[in-house]
């Protein structure tokens, strides 16, 4: 197994006095997904937000590449090579694919009063890297950005995090509130960067989509480290029960117990059983 991009050991992370996230120790390798998980609140987006410069932890500490690190800002990260892409995060509908790809970064051509942005430039290299993640739609730099689809929308801001060395991509929620077609665009976009060898830190509440593409998961219970395995090492009914905090089971269990009592302690038969299952079955 290659050695870890990004290694986090005992990181914590407070907000005043409330303890969010405790001791969470992971590794982010190279070619790899890393999924995740964990239900509203576990504590995701703060450890998305300490990974990526936008929170310092409170205690524990980062490797990049071997070598301590800390990143005090979104900039520090970035120069370390950790990019935090949200959902269409840094595309503009109304400018161009070419001038979005290189918003704060415009290439331009010219000299003193005859310098210019370099819109053939841009256009071209944004709709090569866009077509790099597999989507060969995006043909025409000068579209608005506003035209594209989700998954377009999402490989452009993939695309542009890659192109300014992004070797550690985070992807908040990216399949969420996109159709089934274009959830499977974004998922093929993070199986092209996983080629190309970037580590990819995939955050999703959809467990369908993390089996898909994901080979490494962490999931979080109210802010602790609470599993940590690899593919193929847990059933998709063991992930669906870790991400409800097991709670799901444990509902089961109480409602199994109720039924116990209103039944002179008989056990459900497996019908009622199964149909108590069904009413704890999640819907993501
Ligand atoms: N700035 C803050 N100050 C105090 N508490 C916070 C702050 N941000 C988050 N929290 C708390 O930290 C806990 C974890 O929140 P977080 O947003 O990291 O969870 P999450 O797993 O991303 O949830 P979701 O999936 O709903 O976005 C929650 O209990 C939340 O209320």
Redesign the pocket.
């Given at each position: 197994m290659s050695e870890p991009l990004l290694k986090l050991t005992d990181v914590s992370k407070s907000?005043g006095a409330?303890a969010?996230l405790h001791d969470i120790s992971l590794e982010v390798r190279p070619g790899e997904v890393l999924c995740l998980l964990?239900d509203?609140?576990?504590?995701?987006?703060?450890l998305i937000k300490v990974l990526s410069g936008f929170h310092e932890p409170t205690s524990g500490t980062f490797e990049v590449d071997g070598k301590p690190a800390t990143f005090k800002s979104p900039r520090d990260a970035g120069e370390h090579g950790i990019a935090c892409v949200h959902q269409f995060g840094g595309t503009f509908p109304l400018m161009s694919i070419g001038r979005s790809f290189f918003v704060g970064a415009e290439p331009t051509k010219g000299w003193g009063p005859l310098r210019r942005f370099d819109r053939k430039f841009a256009g071209e290299v944004a709709v090569r890297e866009i077509r790099a993640l597999g989507i060969t739609r995006v043909t025409d730099g000068d579209r608005l950005v506003g035209g594209l689809s989700g998954g377009e929308r999402q490989a452009l801001a993939i695309g542009r995090a890659v192109y300014f060395g992004a070797n550690v991509l985070i992807l908040d929620e990216p399949t969420a509130a996109l159709g089934v077609k274009e959830a499977a665009h974004v998922l093929r976009i993070i199986m092209q960067a996983r080629q190309k060898g970037i580590a990819v830190i995939l955050v999703t509440?959809n467990v369908t989509h993390a089996m898909a593409v994901g080979d490494h998961f962490a999931v979080?219970i109210r802010?602790t480290l609470a599993a940590d395995f690899r593919k193929g090492e847990r059933t998709r009914e063991e992930i669906t029960d870790l991400m409800a905090g097991g709670e799901a089971m444990a509902e089961l269990e109480a409602e199994i117990e109720a039924y116990q009592r209103e039944h002179a302690g008989q056990v459900p038969d497996p019908a009622e059983l199964e149909q108590l299952a069904d009413h704890q079955k999640p819907t993501a």
């Open positions: 907000y409330t969010v964990g509203n609140g576990a504590g995701k987006s703060t509440h979080l802010g």
